[in-house]
Each structure stands twice: as structure tokens, then as C-alpha cells.
DNA sequence: GTTAGCACTCATTAGTATTGAGTGCTAATT
DNA sequence: AATTAGCACTCAATACTAATGAGTGCTAAC
């Protein structure tokens, strides 16, 4: 399906501008301002075409035309220039997160708020995940006589904890052991793996003979801990810039906000938006979009790893016209160096 | 200061409509729902004497009447009667935390939600605080030979970890000596007393004499300890139903909400205002409040606590015209549920 | 002390006319 | 055959006006 060149030229000028005025696009203004050699006669012709073809839309029927989706689209896929950020921009991104250097959650946290500014839309962010990464050490605490405290160290340096209360007596000795038979018989799985084995797995050969004498507290504290480490997977999502959607004319009435706003709330979704990203960059562009939800949005997200396994991923949410290439850019960017700052963070 | 009896009523009749309709409230309205036996007449005089006093308002010459500030304080503090949560609503927040039983994190994500739910107003709430609790137990735990984990139990429960990062190889006896001098040492004081602790206060005495041998370690590895136990302190604030703001007229200006909302992107100003609040429940309204970017809304905060000890507080935003004799009970009945289920999750 | 009556204020609403951006179609031009 | 100018038509947005009515304060009567 080719267009020939002004069709192109004529598609990409409504798209770009009404990027930036959210008001349609008359013959008369892309005369003016972008092929100020053609009439806007001819431009009407070719509207009319394009109109016909899909790729734009008439609000009624005397406005001038608005992209479709599936204009969008072929401007995302063959259209637009992808931006190059700037040095400035992208110093930017690298230096404000060298400057937050530290904890895991304080830097993710940081990039949605990064995200949310430099895009000026809404931004959300998954917290590392657990389940992608493997297990690296595991120790048991004795923190009363009664309660244990199970520390999980994970290849991607994540640590979670968990109490696991209620458990009968246990030597320190023995808890020793335990810790050690854990991790021998553990480290090295990805908790995915572990989703995988059951209690008997982890009960045969020598594992099992070697710990038998104090089967009752095994079959008392195994369980729990499987579940823990099953189930311990937080799933947080930070979001920024929510106010920045109303900015948009798209959100101009209240209703609409509101409507935007309680997609927002539910964190559930979100994460499951986020979860659906494998590519790098993803770009889902209104009807496009799985979730019905975000059926008049574009959702632009990526995955960022951690030593080339991805354990996350970011989004910026913002209306169908959105500023495509510019976002590409910079969540590329925000990825890339996310991931290799935790690389690197974490290499130590 | 008494106003008498009529004027009383009136002016509750005037929050209470306003608190319903968001309308200014006029005589005829007063006489027709509230005083029957009273005629507008009668009630425009006694209105007059309430504007002069500073209860009520008038938007403009030929409106109704609004309460002012000073007025709902008035309700709040003298006129409107403590609403009592019915059995089914106090069950229900009862019930719904039992079900969520499990990890506090989850739990407090819970409480903010039914906040929200219940309420139809803007909920905050805060993570449980470290800072205010005491260190229990410190385990040291060495992951490879130049990383250490360092595990911080609470006597609330709370647990912590910080990875503390290239220090030298350390053998695992003298870890354990150490994690041990740091128990006695640290151990039972409060992590804000431990803020008035220099390191010297740490290094004297017979510690100083125990460890002394390895004297490089520590000096190396006290300090990033200190900091991470100083500073990990997790901030995390929840926020659910903002979209519940935009339902007011209040906020059917765009601009308004867009406001409203970046205050609410601002987590930083919401953990301080949570963070003033030392009574059980406490109301603010409109220009009483500390913080200018609530001088028009009104804010009911209280705190929750495990065994008797404060560590966390909620909070319900909404504009002045709130409902808050029902606000005030559902929040009482949160942070009582909230506090008592904590202490028991964490009792055993 | 309370109420009825009246003149006055002023935000809101509905109705109306005007404007102007934009279109499609046809005929003229290149 | 492609382009352009010209023209009639559509329709959302804007501005203006008039009408409405809720509410007040004041005065005089009860």
C-alpha cells in the first residue's frame, strides 16, 4: 500500500499538528504552514482519498480531519522520524540517576517521576520483579523461640523477608542446617521454577534422609516458606503525572477525567498493561490496545532488565495524540539506562 | 460564645444542606425543610446575625447562604452529633481486614482502598514508620565475600534489609561477633534515639575493647551500617480515589482538579501533613490547615499504632463541605481496626 | 419578637443572530 | 490529466439580549 509522496506528506501534517493544537486540520492550514506550494483544492482531493482510505476522519461535517488509529499507526510504523533526544535530554536521564544512586525502589520510584516530567503524560512503572529472577541465598533467622525470619536474596540483588511465625521450638544448630540444605537444594532456581516443584521434590534423596530427624518441624515450616517465597512477590506500581492528562483537551470535561482517573486507580490492571510488554518498545495505539480501558489512549511501553533478563517495565500513557516520537525516545532511553545502572549497582 | 437555640439550628441546617447539595442555601429552603414552624423572614434575620458573626457567607448579594470555615469548625466541635457507623458498615471494615490478614504492606494498601471506598472521598495513608519503633534484633549476613546484608527487626514487626556493598572479606566468626556486640549494643533503642548516637558513643567502652582487633572492618562498615539504619527508613505513602474529588462541583473546573491533583503528586507534602498529626483524630478545615495547598479542602487525620505505639497515620481529604460527622466515625473505626489487627498480626 | 410584603440584585438560562472555518463540487486553467 | 479558483453550503462557536427566578434587605403591620 503505497501512498505517493504528498499523500504522505499531507497525512503527516495533520497528524504533527494536530499533535500539537488538538484542533482539526483544515486544507487551508496545511497549505499555509506545510506544502505552501500546493492549493488547498488539491489538498481537499487528497483529504478526500485519505479519508477514504482510513487514515483520517471528519469530526462533522464541516470541521477539517483528525487521524484515525490506523493513521497513527502507519505514522508510527513508516511515517515519523524517530527522534533523536538531544545530548541535553539524554545527559539528563544518565545524570539524574547516577545522582539517585541507592535503593532499588527510591531509584524506580524516581524514574516514573523523571518519566512523568519529560514526557509531560502520565507515567507508570512496575517494581522489579521477583519471579523473573533466580535464587541466590536464603537464610533463616531465629528471631524468637516461636518465629523465624526468612531472608530471600535473589541473582538480580532483590531482597524480600518474610516472618514465619507459629513454628515449634527450633535449634539454633539446626536452623543452620536447615539454611544450608535450603540453599543447596534451592539456589540456582528462578522462582518461576519453583512454581514448578512441589513439596515432594523437595523432600526426596538426600535431602530428605539427611534432614529426617526433625521431620516434624520440616513438614511444619516447609510449607510455609514455599509459600512465601511463591506468594511474597510484591507487585507495586508507582504512577506520576496523572494530572498531567488534564491538561489535554481530550479530558476537558469533568466526566471524562474522572473516567481516566478511576482506570488509574486500579492498580491490578496497570500491572497487568505493564506485564503484557516483551518487545523493547511497545506502542499500542487506541482500538489497538487489549485493554479496553485504554481503548482512546496510547500506552508506549518497554522492559528494563537486569544483566540482559528483564524483571520490569515502564509506560507512558497518554492521549491517541500523542507526541510519538518523542516519548519512543525517551522511554528508550529511560530504559536503557535504568537497566544498566541496575547492572551495574548490582554487580558489585 | 452561645448563639441560642434557633440560630443553632439554623446554622446546622444551612452545613447540612450545603453539605448535600453544594448549593448556597436560602431561607425559603430552611423554612420549608428544617424550621417549619419558622418563617424565611424570621430566619433571613437570624442569617444576617450569623454572617455577622463570621458563620456563614454569601457568594454574592443575591444568593443563598454558605458556611464559612469558622462555621464548620462550630459543627464540628459543638453542633453536629458523632454519627455512629452502623453494625453492618463497622462490620464490614472489620471483615474486610480479617480477610486481608497477611502482610502489613498489603494490609495498609487495604485500609487506604476501603478508606476511599467508604468514605467517596481522597484517602492517604502512611507505611508503617521505622523510626518509631525500637530495633529488636540486627543480623549481619554475608552474601559473597565483599557484600554484606544487614537484616533490621523491629519490636514492631517491621522488617528491613540493606545490602551494604564493597567491604572486605570478613569471616563469617567475626561477623558473627559482630552481629553480636551490635545486638547488645543496639538493641531495645529507639531508631530516633539512635539518631542522637555518634559513632563515638558506639565505639567506647567495652565494645570498642571486643572488636578492637578488627578495627579496619569496623571502621569501614559501622558507618554505612549507621547510614542505612538512619535512612532506610521507607516513606511510602498510599493515595486511592482521587477520581472520587472530581466528582464534586467543587472541582468541575478543570483547572481546579488539575490543581488538586498535582498537590496530591506530591508525596513528599503528603507524608508531612500526615506526619503532624499526634491526636486521635483530627480535623482540619480549609484555611486552618498548615499546609496552603489544602486551604480549601478539609483533612481528617488520625494515627494507628501497634501495642499502644504510634508508627503510621491515614488521612481523608475532601472539600470543606464534607460529611464529617461520617468521615470522622469511619476513620475512628479504620485506625482502631487498623491498630488492633497489627498488634495482634504481630503479637505472636 | 415575628411575619408579610415589596423593591431590588444578580447569576443562570434560553433564544437568536452572526461569524468564520471548512467542505464538496464544478468549471476554468495549465 | 492534474491543478486550482470560485462558489454555495454546513455547522460549531461566539456574542448578545431578554427573561427567569432565587434570594436578599428593609419597612410596616401583626
Redesign the interface.
Known sequence: MNLGDRKRLILQAIIEDYINTAEPVGSRTISKKYLTNTSPATIRNEMADLEEMGFIEQPHTSAGRVPSDKGYRLYVDKIMEQKKLDNIQAELIKKEFIDTLG?I?RLVKHASKLLSNMTQYTSIIMTPQLKKTCL??I?L?A?NS??I?A?I?TDA?I?K???L??IRDIAPDVLEKLTNALNSKLSGLSMEDMNRLSLEDIFTGEFARSMHVHGEIIEQLIPELMQTLLY?D?KDIYL????NM??FPE??D?NK??EF??V??EKELLFNVLNQTNNDVNVSIGAENQFEQFRNCSLITATYKINGKTIGSVGVIGPTRMEYSKVISIVDCMTHNLSEILTKMLK?
Open positions: 535503593e525502589d541466590k541465598h537464610q533467622i528471631i516461636s518465629t525470619l531472608v536474596v540483588g531482597v523477608n518474610s516472618v511465625k507459629g511474597s510484591t506520576d503525572g496523572a494530572a488534564l491538561k479530558y476537558g469533568i477525567a474522572r482517573l478511576n488509574l486507580d558489585v
